[in-house]
């Protein structure tokens, strides 16, 4: 899903800003591998059923519950929502409840700092099949194995890169870009020389290794490591500059981006035909939300026009 209406809540003043961005996510998207005939592509917002099934959701959460959400808590923080939070933003956890259960997920592959989100999704399932009878399904988590892989921090150090904070890399960054953005990222700040003992905890460049990095990229690009335990060993006891781990780091992203780089440049060739797989898998969506909608309002008993019994007993009544 290519979350534009989420998107919106905290940019309904630009609106052209969330438009432009459809098609760069959705290139990256299928750069990184997603192939349309196996994983649906479609646009949040042109799938209404989506919009219908929030607002239901919304009569089984409070106010205080959302405010709760650590993740919300520090979203609102990021964006200095504190003094006036937009209501779209503020209840976008129960909207991504809805973007969750319309498809009846059983598992969502997520970060760590989502979890609060998941967790919240699953109450509103608990507590709507609990009111009106099983209909929707409870998701299940999927975190990375790679713990690093947990929640990346930004370029500057940190907790979360994020668009609006401008610490990211991006998958569109041309090579250039990304050694610019390694090369001046934060690193151990009591790192002063380099024979100093440096700090690996904490420090991104390290992190960014964890996640990214195996033993045969040392053997390609630094062959007097066997592997990070190694290169991690040397700069924790001195002796090693931070300006050379990150020629290195530099190395790694750019061997794990270029095949990702050389895809999108194919599919930038034919916008037109990008478009069509989003058209395409929208219709799709929406066929399954629809679905997922009909059962919830049946459990609810709003779907007057289909409840023939509701429509028998009255006649009944009113025909006494």
């Known amino acids: 899903m290519i979350a534009d209406a989420q998107a919106l809540t905290d940019n309904a003043d630009n609106p052209e800003k969330v438009r432009q961005n459809i098609i760069e996510v959705a290139l990256d998207y299928l750069s990184c591998g997603l192939d349309p005939s196996k994983s649906t592509l479609f646009i949040q917002s042109q799938i209404p059923e989506l919009t219908e099934l929030t607002f239901y959701y919304m009569n089984l959460v409070t106010v205080s519950r959302v405010q709760r959400n650590p993740t919300v808590k520090s ?31 059983t598992t969502v592959p997520v970060g760590e700092d989502q979890l609060p989100m998941i967790e919240q999704t699953r109450e509103i ?10 209909a929707l399904v409870e998701p299940d988590v999927l975190l990375p194995d790679n713990k690093a892989c947990l929640r990346l921090p930004g370029t500057d150090g940190k907790a979360k890169m ?18 610019k953005k390694v090369m001046s990222m934060f690193t151990d ?7 100093d003992p440096g700090q690996v905890e904490g420090n991104p460049v390290f992190t960014y290794l964890d996640a990214f990095c195996n033993d045969g990229h040392f053997a390609a690009f630094w062959p007097d490591y066997n592997n990070l335990d ?9 002796g090693l500059g931070d300006v050379k781990v990150k020629r290195f780091l530099n190395e790694v992203l750019q061997a794990e981006l ?3 780089r050389a895809r999108r440049k194919e599919f930038e060739k034919d916008i037109p035909g990008v478009y069509e797989i989003l058209r395409q898998g929208s219709l799709k969506a929406k066929e399954v939300a629809a679905q997922t909608l009909s059962d919830v309002k049946s459990a609810m008993k709003i779907n007057y026009f289909e409840d023939t019994e509701l429509i028998n007993s009255q006649t009944e009544k009113f025909g006494e």
């Open 75 to 105: 979203e609102i923080k990021m964006r200095n929502f504190e003094a006036s939070i937009p209501v779209g933003f503020f209840v976008y956890p129960i909207s991504q409840a809805a973007d969750i259960t319309a498809f009846k997920a």
């Open 162 to 179: 994020s668009k609006s904070l401008g610490n990211c890399i991006y998958l569109s960054d041309t090579p250039e870009d990304v050694k």
């Open 258 to 260: 270029e095949p990702i």
């Open 230 to 238: 190694e290169l991690k060993a040397h700069y924790m006891r001195g």
């Open 189 to 195: 700040p009591n790192h002063l020389r380099v024979e």
């Open 125 to 134: 399932v608990r507590s709507f099949n609990t009111t009106y009878g099983e």
